[in-house]
């Protein structure tokens, strides 16, 4: 597949890569699956509500008793590791929350699922509709070169865009230039390239929420002649955005493109408690991919189930960054590089036909 | 005319789950909601091409199991973003034990 490849890869959603994926099968392809028995299945389903309250309630709990901390502080040395442990709750805990509840399964009563969504879409600024479907799209082409929207690193690696982000600077650069953009009546190609016709006021609407908000709270800041206010809504994103970039990055980066099995282009890695509650257990990535539909606090059991047909998960996040920083550095001088994940005997083979003997000669 | 097909038995299906049922090139997705009553329709999402088959069935709800659409199984009815489209739902009953599903009139 790697051989018939141009050799620089087209990203945009309309351009010539999403084209081909589209003559070539790629799109909407069918993706391999663990076989699991449908009576197990349907227990991993399973939708509670109970997990998800105790989670809610300790991470907006949380945020309400450092906010409280962080202005009582504010002016202090002490307000900055308030702000540090606030920052991370807002800026990189709303992603897998915005993530989880899109999907609609961090709580079995719908309303608490779109009331969360609704706070951590705000929280990590993404449109509620546009992120919903473009997410759609990432989950039925993942890492589908001019298909997927949320490829977080693409090839050649941009490593100075990298480093930005893990201060959130370009993702609030194009958030903010978005919502002003949505929030104006405009949608863009891309995006009209993955949300219906019929969503897409939805997405006008939510941008002129939002900007109300902002504007207040910059009044505010103005009218007090404070940062604090923005402190607490908006730059939080900014300074609080290291942990979900830390984590994110692992899910697919120096893995493979364009392949239509998941073990191949997504990565399991297993993580302190403290990340896996701020990540809400995204870290079992490829059992993610391959079930959507296994809530969150069921992803253990399901990686349990699994792991047999699975490549072994990266026993660390230090260890995940070891294989993939000179991934990345590779990538520069050879974009068709990748980490190829190795499986066990145990597991079914890939499916060469999709990914064979050029894809794995770029991996070596 | 109408053709009455026998898809399954009433007791291949748990109650509250959903089974797949191809015939002559189409593929249809029959329920047994929890009060024990048999449902039918279109066995692919309207959104994408996947079999609904392997969903979740939540009371009167399947839910897709790649993007986690939702329809309301009695009625077709798409219940919200990413399914915009109604299901097609088919006449069922039962009869000596088998689930036979209305397929053409």
Same mark, same amino acid.
């Given at each position: 597949m790697d051989a018939a490849l141009p050799a620089s890869r087209d990203?945009?959603?309309?351009? &010539?890569?999403?084209? &081909?994926?589209?003559?070539?099968?790629? @799109?909407? @392809?069918?993706?391999y699956h663990t076989d699991v028995p449908r009576k197990a299945m349907k227990e991993l389903m399973k939708r509670e509500d109970g997990p998800a309250i105790r989670d809610t309630a300790i991470w907006l709990g949380s945020m309400v008793v450092l906010a409280g901390l962080g202005i009582l502080l504010w002016g202090t040395v002490w307000c900055i590791p308030v702000f540090l442990a606030y920052?991370?709750?807002?800026?990189? @805990?709303?992603?897998? &929350?915005?993530?989880?509840?899109?999907?609609?399964?961090?709580?079995?009563? &719908?309303?608490m699922n779109d009331a969360v969504y609704q706070i951590a879409c705000f929280m990590i600024m993404r449109n509620p509709v546009t992120w919903r479907w473009s997410h759609a799209r990432h989950h039925t082409d993942t890492v589908i070169v001019g298909r997927d929207p949320e490829i977080a690193v693409m090839r050649p690696p941009d490593l100075v865009r990298l480093i930005l982000n893990v201060f959130g600077i370009l993702d609030v650069w194009h958030a903010v230039a978005d919502m002003l953009r949505n929030a104006a009546g405009f949608v863009s190609a891309g995006e009209k390239s993955f949300i219906p016709a019929q969503e897409q006021h939805k997405a006008v609407r939510f941008a002129r929420i939002w900007l109300a908000i902002y504007a207040v709270v910059i009044a505010l800041a103005v009218y007090t002649g404070s940062l604090l206010p923005l402190m607490l809504v908006g730059l939080p994103r900014l300074y609080g955005a290291w942990h979900h970039v830390l984590t994110g990055l692992l899910q697919h980066g120096g893995l493979a493109d364009n392949v239509i099995d998941h073990r191949l282009n997504s990565r399991t890695v297993l993580m302190n408690p403290v990340s896996r509650f701020i990540y809400w257990n995204m870290n079992y990535h490829v059992e993610h991919h391959m079930f959507p539909m296994v809530p969150y606090h069921a992803l253990p059991r399901l990686h349990a189930m699994i792991r047999h047909d699975l490549p072994a998960p990266n026993p660390s996040i230090l260890d995940g960054y070891r294989e993939m920083i000179p991934a990345f550095l590779r990538q520069l001088r050879n974009e068709d590089y990748y980490l190829r994940r190795e499986l066990p005997l145990t597991a079914k083979p890939y499916r060469e036909e999709f990914h064979g003997e050029d894809a794995r000669a770029a991996a070596e | 005319m109408s053709d009455w097909i026998e898809a399954c038995t009433a007791d291949a299906i748990d109650e509250e789950d959903v089974m797949r049922f191809d015939h002559e090139g189409r593929t249809f997705a029959i329920y047994r909601s929890p009060d024990d009553e048999f449902f039918a329709t279109d066995g692919l999402c309207t959104h994408e091409h996947i079999h609904l088959a392997d969903g979740l069935v939540m009371d009167d709800i399947i839910e897709c199991p790649k993007h986690n659409g939702r329809f309301n199984y009695k009625t077709g009815q798409a219940k919200g973003a990413p399914v915009c489209v109604n299901l097609k739902t088919y006449p069922v009953k039962v009869e000596a034990g088998k689930v036979l599903i209305q397929l053409a009139s």
């Open positions: 990203y945009s959603l309309v351009g &010539r890569d999403s084209q &081909r994926a589209v003559e070539t099968g790629l @799109a909407a @392809a069918e993706w920052g991370v709750l807002y800026g990189s @805990a709303s992603d897998s &929350r915005w993530h989880e509840c899109g999907h609609g399964t961090a709580f079995k009563t &719908r309303w | -």
